[in-house]
T-cell receptor, first 117, second 110 residues
Framework: GAGVSQSPSNKVTEKGKDVELRCDPI?????LYWYRQRLGQGLEFLIY????????KSGLPSDRFSAERTGESVSTLTIQRTQQEDSAVYLC???????????????FGQGTRLTVV | GQNIDQPTEMTATEGAIVQINCTYQ??????LFWYQQHAGEAPTFLSY????GLEEKGRFSSFLSRSKGYSYLLLKELQMKDSASYLC???????????FGTGTRLKVLA
């Protein structure tokens, strides 16, 4: 696609429910990142996929968070048993291979604004 | 460990020049990136440095000193539309993931 697409753009959910956030990266981008951004804060790294390598999950804040990626395309971030502290904007970004190329800036989607009530 | 520091807020006047600093301590380094983020929008790429020195792109320039773990973003001829957050990000050498600073909120006043 022309850019990174995320859905839904907004999600309001009740505490305790599970949510699934979707990211469609730019075609041909093998690297995909998920970040969380709380209001007025910086980007908090969550998880990174690079091609067929095992994902870097070191930023996931708890075992309620998980993410999958189908090949080099769509990724879903799942949050189980949501808590109010999970309220934030979840940003997805993709880039060309980070391993082989040097100047590979990340392109961001518009994000999913998650509100847990 | 990885740590990136930026000032939280800066204010400047339309037409002026402003320099936003970024210092970093990372276990490995594979490039430094600057992004602009307007309120409620996604970050957009501004500049990239991997070697020491200054990279110029129109009104924006970015400088890197790897030995000092230091970068700055220089914005010239400030415009009101430059009011945004500016995020410094370092790509880690070993993992190739981007680690972002908390961002600097720049307010441009008329």
């Amino acid at each position: 696609g022309a850019g990174v697409s995320q859905s839904p753009s907004n999600k309001v959910t009740e505490k305790g429910k599970d949510v699934e956030l979707r990211c469609d990266p730019i075609s041909g981008h093998t690297a995909l990142y998920w970040y969380r951004q709380r209001l007025g804060q910086g980007l908090e790294f969550l998880i990174y996929f690079q091609g067929n390598s095992a994902p870097d999950k070191s930023g996931l804040p708890s075992d309620r968070f998980s993410a999958e990626r189908t090949g080099e395309s769509v990724s879903t971030l799942t949050i189980q048993r949501t808590q109010q502290e999970d309220s934030a904007v979840y940003l997805c970004a993709s880039s060309r291979s980070s391993v082989r190329l040097v100047n590979t800036e990340a392109f961001f989607g518009q994000g999913t604004r998650l509100t847990v009530v | 460990g990885q740590n990136i520091d930026q000032p939280t807020e800066m204010t400047a006047t339309e037409g002026a020049i402003v320099q936003i600093n970024c210092t970093y301590q990372t276990s490995g380094f594979n490039g430094l990136f600057w992004y602009q983020q307007h309120a409620g929008e996604a970050p957009t790429f501004l500049s990239y440095n991997v070697l020491d020195g200054l990279e110029e792109k129109g009104r924006f320039s970015s400088f890197l000193s790897r030995s000092k773990g230091y970068s700055y973003l220089l914005l010239k001829e400030l415009q009101m539309k430059d009011s945004a957050s500016y995020l410094c990000a370092v790509r880690d050498e070993g993992t190739y993931k981007y680690i972002f600073g908390t961002g600097t909120r720049l307010k441009v006043l008329a």
